[in-house]
Structure formats: C-alpha cells, structure tokens
C-alpha cells in the first residue's frame, strides 16, 4: 500500500524559532494536505497544495508541493505556544482516499 | 463557518454489539468519508461515499461495517457485530465539488470504546 514517511516523529523547540517537518512517499500523489490535530479533536485542515511546485502559506505556515509530487514539506515561523499539537501530511492519488503520515508531535517551550 | 459535526461524542458498547455512529457533512459537499485513529496512530481511510454510493473501501472496511445516507443531511456508519479492536476514533469527512473534490473537511470524531 501507500506509506509517507513523515519526519521528525517529534520537535521540541523555544517560543519564537521556526519549525520544519516534511513528508516523503515512493508513490505520487496529485493532492498534498497538511492537518493540525489537538488531543481528543479532529484532524484541523491548514493548507492544500493541488500542483507540483506549489508553494502557499496561510499566515505563519508556508507548505510546497514537490516537484516529483513525492514530497511536501510544511514550515511555521516565529513558533507561538498555541502551535503545540499533532501535525499529519496526507496524499491524496485518486476516489478520495486520502494516506496520511505518521505525524510530528510539536512541543512549543514558552 | 460550515462544519462537519458528529454524534455522539463518545460510545461504549459491550462486544457484539451493533453500534450507528452519526455525521452531519457541510451541507453543499457531495462527497463523505470514514476515517478511523487507533489511540497514538496515524489516520486511517476506511471508505469513501459518492452519489449514495461506495466509491472506494479499505481493507478493514469489512462485512461488519455499512454506511448510508439515510436523508439530505446525514451520514451514518454502521458496525454490526462490534470487537474489542474496533475501539478508536471514528472520524467523518466530507469535500466538496472540482478542485474542492480533493479538500477533505474532517468532525472532531467519535471516540468508539468497545468492552
């Protein structure tokens, strides 16, 4: 089956630095999504990536779309403690069965 | 701003039991999902719903599991015989037409434990 591996597994890091975490898949996919998750919540959407090569932000974050369409990668600058949560890359190829990462556990110190 | 809304919260249910866990998509979306999260695992695809229609089902989407659209406005998964391995949570999706096709709004899900 699809599998993404999505790295790091976690990120410990100050108030204020900026984050980075990135999927990686042996597969294309012709949809890239990034989700925020709180614990006991759903899956919170943040940025959709539809082209190879797009790259779109939504405020602090900025998400790109491979150019093999085998990757993405999403950033947040200037971490704030509210960015504390899971954050899940999912793929979408095709009939809406969207793959999702393992997630990154992003710990923001005050 | 519209949402996908789901009920209930939370179900307990013995082994064997037939559970209905409810979904209310965003009103102009055309197409719903199940996903369901092991507590500490990823988010995984159960089945996608199009046209009052399967369009695709994973591999755990087995004869126990059923899903309908019984009116204009909900989307319900059934569980007919319930195990203890399918407590997790249940979460609806729904996405829109186009390009939105590809955009999957998720609920805050329902937390299933099974006894």
């Known amino acids: 089956g699809q599998q993404l591996n999505q790295s790091p597994q976690s990120m410990f890091i100050q108030e204020g630095e900026d984050v980075s975490m990135n999927c990686t898949s042996s597969?294309?996919?012709?949809?890239w999504l990034w989700y925020k998750q709180d614990p006991g919540e759903g899956p919170v959407l943040l940025i959709a990536?539809?082209?190879?090569?797009e790259l779109t932000s939504n405020g602090r974050l900025t998400a790109q779309f491979g150019i093999t369409r085998k990757d993405s990668f999403l950033n947040i600058s200037a971490s704030i403690p509210s960015d504390v949560g899971i954050y899940f890359c999912?793929?979408?190829?095709?009939?809406?069965?969207?793959?999702f990462g393992q997630g990154t556990i992003l710990t923001v110190h005050p | 701003e519209p949402e996908v809304t789901q009920t209930p919260s939370h179900q307990v249910t013995q082994m064997g039991q037939e559970v209905i866990l409810r979904c209310v998509p965003i009103?102009?979306?055309?197409?719903f999902y199940w996903y369901r999260q092991i507590l500490g695992q990823k988010v995984e695809f159960l089945v996608s719903?199009?046209?009052?229609?399967?369009?695709?089902k994973s591999e755990i989407f087995d004869d126990q599991f059923s899903v309908e659209r019984p009116d204009g406005s909900n989307f319900t998964l059934k569980i007919r015989s319930t195990k203890l391995e399918d407590s997790a949570m249940y979460f609806c999706?729904?996405?829109?037409?186009?390009?939105?096709?590809?955009?999957?709004?998720f609920g805050p899900g329902t937390r299933l434990t099974v006894l």
């Open positions: 999706a729904s996405s829109g037409q186009g390009i939105s096709t590809d955009t999957q709004y």
């Open positions: 597969s294309i996919f012709n949809t």
């Open positions: 990536l539809y082209k190879a090569g």
């Open positions: 999912a793929g979408l190829r095709s009939y809406g069965k969207l793959t």
């Open positions: 009103s102009n979306h055309l197409y």
């Open positions: 719903f199009y046209n009052n229609e399967i369009s695709e």
